[in-house]
């Protein structure tokens, strides 16, 4: 425990959709959707680690389903080709 106030999903103040507004961990598809609204070139690039256990990740995953409905660029970065055999 990093003796740090921790905020939730649902710890107020809340948003008028209901999500709190200090919460860090409900932010990411905001965060993307107004990046590529600034600069239509941003994209993503997608560090694999060697185990693929990124794709077995719920919130790494729904960031990637993300940026594919923004229609960000994505580019995968694997550590070496032996990570696909």
Known sequence: DCGATKVFNDTPPLTPSGMSV?????????????LVSRNHRFAQVIAVDPDLMLFGRAWCVAELAEAKTLGMAQTLKFRSGRTLL
Do not use: H
């Open 22 to 34: 200090d919460c860090e961990i409900n932010k990411f598809d905001d965060m993307m959707a107004f």
